[in-house]
């Protein structure tokens, strides 16, 4: 119910900036054809937001047939975490990344890029989706998807500022109009920061808690960040109010922890699941065995099962299920798709 609540109160407030730019462009009038705008995409967003973004960014649907390995992955991922399976989609893009999105757990969606089926061990694999089944539990999935879907619809509002800068109505002059260009967007991605950042700290604990492993997670954001840097994401470039889905900022120029940030600084995350580590003792190792090229790497072992993600039931800090994988396959590496 606090997930509900939490929605509720973005939506009122991202509603009332949405009448504030109508005001300030149209006076009365665009105040309350702003008000039927936010109120219809409100209801759009909570039923379609997640396919929407999804769309953006071409997600193809998988399943245990066409990805069985990554499949199985997210599915013992799901009943460790206690959540009905989530649909799965792979994006076709080099940059190492991922997100979760959907209304409630029920319909639930995780997408990772190619980028990041490729250059991840399993381990870390299975620590950054864990992350992602995080949000899901929390429903964060919601607010987070509404959120892109309104903070890109104040955006592009106020782009339109200049065609009515000259309305009798507008009581702001063109001067006005464009300050309001400019504050209205920042104003919305204020918003859009102030929540992502302490949920992705808390999806990074509870994630950490699903995979049993924080130091798997750890392990995958620090390669994410440094990739994400060098590989851009034109996708999300042209989409920059979707930015704060995914689990390392997709967009070039994140610098660090500070108020203009969409997430908080890697090294902090990173430094925080090894605290993590550290408390929950024993059995921590490394969080990638070595001579592991890839997330498929040597082939997988059908004795270690799905692959290196702890049982349903197993408490967080326990053995790795699967997780040595002797002797591997002497076959060639099977890729994400099977």
Not at 3 to 32: D, E, H, K, N, P
Not at 91 to 109: D, K, L, S, V, Y
Not at 150 to 177: D, K
């Amino acid at each position: 119910m606090a997930g509900y609540f939490r929605t509720a109160i973005l939506l009122a407030g991202m509603t009332a900036l949405f009448m504030g730019v109508g005001y300030l462009l149209g006076g009365s009038g665009g105040m309350m054809i702003a008000f039927a705008v936010a109120l219809a995409m409100n209801a759009f967003s909570y039923w379609n937001s997640d396919k929407v973004v999804l769309r953006m960014y071409n997600a193809r649907e998988v399943d245990a047939r066409t990805a069985p390995e990554f499949y199985s992955m997210i599915r013992d991922l799901a009943a460790n975490a206690d959540l009905p399976m989530p649909k799965v989609y792979i994006i076709e893009n080099p940059q190492p990344n991922a997100f979760a999105t959907g209304r409630n757990p029920q319909n639930a969606a995780v997408a990772a890029t190619t980028g990041i089926l490729q250059s991840l061990s399993r381990e870390e694999l299975a620590g950054v989706m864990a992350h992602e089944l995080a949000h899901v539990k929390h429903h964060d999935t919601l607010i987070m998807t509404i959120t892109a879907t309104m903070a890109g619809a104040i955006s592009m509002l106020a782009n339109f500022a200049l065609f009515f800068g000259g309305s009798r109505n507008n009581p702001l002059g063109l001067v006005g109009t464009i300050l309001m260009m400019i504050l209205a967007p920042l104003a919305a991605m204020l918003v859009q920061m102030a929540i992502s950042r302490s949920r992705e700290y808390e999806a990074d604990r509870i994630g950490a808690e699903i995979c049993g492993q924080p130091l798997w997670l750890a392990s995958a954001l620090g390669k994410i960040a440094g990739a994400a840097k060098r590989i851009p994401n034109q996708a999300a470039e042209r989409n920059p109010a979707t930015a704060h889905m995914f689990i390392i900022n997709p967009l070039h120029g994140e610098r660090m922890d500070s108020l203009f940030s969409t997430h908080p600084a890697t090294e902090n995350r990173v430094a925080r699941l090894r605290e993590m580590a550290a408390g929950m003792g024993a059995g921590m190792g490394a969080a990638t065995p070595a001579g592991r090229s890839g997330p498929w790497g040597g082939g997988p072992d059908p004795s270690a099962g799905s692959g290196s993600v702890p049982p349903a039931g197993s408490r967080p800090g326990g053995s790795r299920s699967g997780g040595s994988r002797s002797g591997g396959s002497s076959g060639p590496a099977r890729g994400p798709w099977g």
